[in-house]
T-cell receptor
Framework: DGGITQSPKYLFRKEGQNVTLSCEQN?????MYWYRQDPGQGLRLIYY???????QKGDIAEGYSVSREKKESFPLTVTSAQKNPTAFYLC?????????????FGPGTRLTVT | GQQVMQIPQYQHVQEGEDFTTYCNSS?????IQWYKQRPGGHPVFLIQ?????EVKKQKRLTFQFGEAKKNSSLHITATQTTDVGTYFC???????????FGSGTKLNVKP
């Protein structure tokens, strides 16, 4: 089955700890994205990557970091510097970069930091 | 950055009633996409509109792109409980590598 997997589905952490969210795709897509969704709100772009070993900041990158060492993987680290990390995190991919391409989303990770 | 504004934020309808959500931009859009997110789920691509005045249909769903390519609408005829969810539009930003999601319209259908 082709698709995007995110793990875990639910994640609980104590304040002050860094946490890494996993995102893997087997669609052979070049572009990958991380979004944050807060209750009742739309999606806000954290980081995106157009190609391996390259990534760009989105609109709310502060307190987050990413890497793209392999085409199929784009992990997101939520650092202790992120002031309000509790949210629903969605990873997506598309064949190419840009708004002309349909985005495929993973099932998401719900992060709760207390 | 470029933003697309979406209204209404919430819509509650009786099953069988129609539903419309609107997406507006202050500038011309090269294209617009629509996604649906079921409760507890993730967004799923529905359609992309590219041409001025374009109208596309998917069963009971009708998507329209304005003549000026600054607005778009999604209309559902005779809603069903399976239509429940949040509908998002997404349009390109000034940085063509990104696009921006509207805040979404949450549809609740009462049986």
């Amino acid at each position: 089955d082709g698709g995007i997997t995110q793990s875990p589905k639910y994640l609980f952490r104590k304040e002050g700890q860094n946490v890494t969210l996993s995102c893997e795709q087997n669609l052979n897509h070049d572009a990958m994205y991380w979004y944050r969704q807060d209750p009742g709100q739309g999606l806000r772009l954290i980081y995106y990557s157009q190609i391996v070993n390259d990534f760009q900041k989105g609109d709310i990158a502060e307190g987050y970091s990413v890497s793209r060492e392999k085409k199929e993987s784009f992990p997101l680290t939520v650092t202790s510097a992120q002031k309000n990390p509790t949210a629903f995190y969605l990873c997506a991919s598309s064949i190419g970069t840009g708004p002309a391409y349909e985005q495929y989303f993973g099932p998401g990770t719900r992060l709760t930091v207390t | 950055g470029q933003q697309v504004m979406q209204i209404p934020q919430y819509q509650h309808v009786q099953e069988g009633e129609d539903f419309t959500t609107y997406c507006n931009s202050s500038t011309t859009l090269s294209n617009i996409q629509w996604y649906k997110q079921r409760p507890g789920g993730h967004p799923v691509f529905l359609i992309q509109l590219v041409k001025s005045g374009e109208v596309k249909k998917q069963k009971r769903l009708t998507f329209q792109f304005g003549e000026a390519k600054k607005n778009s609408s999604l209309h559902i005829t005779a809603t069903q409980t399976t239509d429940v969810g949040t509908y998002f539009c997404a349009g390109p930003g000034y940085n063509f590598n990104k696009f921006y999601f509207g805040s979404g319209t949450k549809l609740n259908v009462k049986p």
